[in-house]
Each structure stands twice: as structure tokens, then as C-alpha cells.
């Protein structure tokens, strides 16, 4: 795949990830919920996520070869496209439940507010289905740690796990959590060191705080990537333009055109999620009324759909062909 269709426009043309037209008619006749499931199973390889897979990639390549795969960060707000990464490699290297074992070859969990060390080990565990006894244990009982950190090592040689990928990390990073992060982060370092699996933590700009406390784990695990929101250009048009190939309709929109592109940018304000969810909402609407494509008026009424349709609220798309 190139990035020339992101830095020349007249390369529109030449969309990434293009079904065939037999893809195209299988879509034409799914019912409008699995169309809409198809929507956000689409990934479109812009260069910054085509470089944070590549980062990711990279790290789980490197168990059993390298004694120190590495590993480090994604930093992205809200909406950016971090747990798409995650996803990615999930559906890429899947669950294997064999009567021998649980195989897991990317293990995911993801960090909740306000976390204790204990949690996150717990939710590791429970990915590899095992829990310890009275694992839902109290602030104070915490001595256990030392207990659950052998079982998680015990654990991810066992599942054959090969890639730790943490999202929501940034609630680590928050104020509140003071000395915790460091016993956070100071944990994963041991684990890191016993297991050789490369750790990868997804989060807000907060999520770098933890790796400026703990100087050891930020040179274990030193890479760092950045996903940003889209500026209207090239790299979103060539984005809308992916998409349109990969829409399931029979026909394209024409999202890249001028007037519904730049609404598209105004109504996901540059936000990969929000993008997807009114795309997914059009589609929805079109596939309802049995239209073998979407139209701006789809696009319109999805908008008022995700955003709550406030009257006083201006819709990017109610001005289009008009």
C-alpha cells in the first residue's frame, strides 16, 4: 500500500482496500444491521495508523527472538483510533482454545478509572481464565500482589502469549493515582523482564505520565506513537475515499467530493469514531429504504441521530444541494 493517494489528491483515483463488484453485490443484499456491522469492521491504513500497526507488529515479532522485544506507548484523545489498533491485532492473532490449552498470542485488557495494581492483574488472569481465589479483593488485602504477579508470569507461558497491549492507560497517568502508578509500572517492568513479552500501553496524553516516573520501564519499553485527529486535506479525503470503496452499497456516495467531505470533516470534527458512527447511521438509513447507496439527506439525518438532533444545533450536511 502507498501513501501517494494521502499526498497527491489527484491520485483519488486509486482508493486502498477496494472490494470487487462481486464484494459489492453479496453487500447489496445483507440486511441493514449486518451492513451496518460491516461499516465498523472497515480499516483504512492512513499513514499514522498504518504506522502505529507497523509499531505493534513489529513488537510481537520480536518474542522468541529478541531477549528484550520492547514495546512502549500509542497516545491518541478520545476517539483517535487506539482501540482500533487493539482490535486489529486481536482479530489478526485470535483466541485458540484447544483441550490442551487457552492459546493467546495478543493478550488485551483494558485499564479502569482510578486502577489498582490488583485489578489489572486481575483482568490479565481473567483473559486467561484463571482467577485466584477471592480475586475481587479489597484495597487493603493488596499483600496478595506478589501472589498474582508468579500467577500472571505462570499464566502468559502457559497461553503462550506473545504481546501485552494495555488500553486506557491514561487513567494510570491520572493525578489521583500518586504512588500507585509507580507500583503500576514498577509491576509491568518485573513482568516485562520475567516474560519477554513485549508490553504496548494505549491511552490519552496522560498515559505518558507513568513512563516519566518509572525511567527503567520508559528504556524497556521506549517506542512511542502518536495518532492525531484529521486536518481538512489530502490525508482526509483519502480517508473518506477508502471508506466510499469499502461502504457496503452498490454504489459509491462520492465522499470525497468537495461539499460532502467538507461536512463530513465539520460534523466528526476530525474524529476517526465519530466518522464511523455516521457513516454507520447513513448506511443504516439508506440499507432501511432499500437505496442502493447514501446521499447527503442520509448523511444529514444521521448526523441529527448521533448528536441528538438539538434544533439550535447547525447541521453540516442541510445546506448540501441546496
Known amino acids: 500500500m502507498s501513501a501517494e493517494l494521502f499526498s497527491n489528491p489527484e491520485k483519488m483515483d486509486a482508493p486502498w482496500g477496494a472490494p470487487t463488484s462481486a464484494d459489492r453485490e453479496h453487500f447489496f443484499h445483507l440486511a441493514p444491521e449486518a451492513k451496518v ?16 500497526i507497523q509499531f505493534v507488529q513489529r513488537t510481537y515479532d520480536k518474542f522468541g527472538r529478541f531477549e528484550d522485544p520492547g514495546g512502549g506507548r500509542i497516545i491518541a484523545q478520545s476517539g483517535g483510533g487506539k482501540s482500533a489498533v487493539v482490535q486489529h491485532m486481536v482479530e489478526k492473532y485470535p483466541k485458540i482454545d484447544t483441550p490442551e490449552r487457552l492459546i493467546i498470542p495478543v493478550l488485551a485488557i483494558s485499564v479502569a478509572s482510578s486502577p489498582r495494581i490488583g485489578s489489572i492483574l486481575d483482568s490479565i488472569l481473567a ?4 482467577l485466584l481465589p477471592n480475586s475481587k ?7 496478595k500482589i506478589p501472589i498474582k504477579v508468579d500467577s500472571v508470569i505462570d499464566a502468559f507461558a502457559r497461553c503462550q502469549v506473545r504481546l501485552l497491549m494495555v488500553d486506557e ?7 489521583k493515582q500518586g504512588p500507585m502508578s509507580k507500583e503500576i509500572t514498577n509491576t509491568m517492568k518485573l513482568i516485562y523482564s520475567a516474560t519477554k513479552v513485549g508490553q504496548i500501553f494505549l491511552g490519552e496524553e496522560n498515559a505518558n505520565l507513568p513512563f516519566e516516573q518509572n525511567g527503567q520501564l520508559r528504556t524497556r519499553l521506549p517506542g512511542m506513537i502518536s495518532l492525531h485527529m484529521f486536518e481538512y486535506g489530502p490525508e482526509f479525503l483519502g480517508v473518506l475515499q477508502s471508506f466510499d470503496e469499502q461502504l457496503p452499497m452498490r454504489y459509491q456516495a462520492g465522499l470525497a467530493a468537495p461539499d460532502i ?3 463530513l ?6 474524529q476517526m469514531r465519530t466518522l464511523v458512527k455516521i457513516l454507520s447511521e447513513a448506511v443504516y438509513i439508506a440499507a432501511s429504504k432499500n437505496m442502493d447507496k447514501i446521499s447527503h439527506e442520509h448523511l444529514r439525518v444521521a448526523y441529527d441521530s448521533v448528536n ?4 439550535k444545533s447547525h447541521n453540516p450536511f442541510s445546506a448540501i444541494g441546496k
Open 127 to 130: 483473559q486467561c481464565s484463571f
Open 265 to 270: 470533516h465539520v460534523a466528526s470534527g476530525g
Open 169 to 175: 492507560f491514561s487513567h494510570v497517568g491520572e493525578r
Open 37 to 52: 456491522a460491516a461499516v465498523r469492521r472497515i480499516r483504512v491504513l492512513h499513514p499514522a495508523y498504518d504506522n502505529a
Open 261 to 263: 467531505s467538507f461536512a
Open 137 to 143: 479483593l479489597r484495597p487493603a488485602e493488596d499483600l
Open 308 to 311: 441528538g438532533g438539538d434544533p
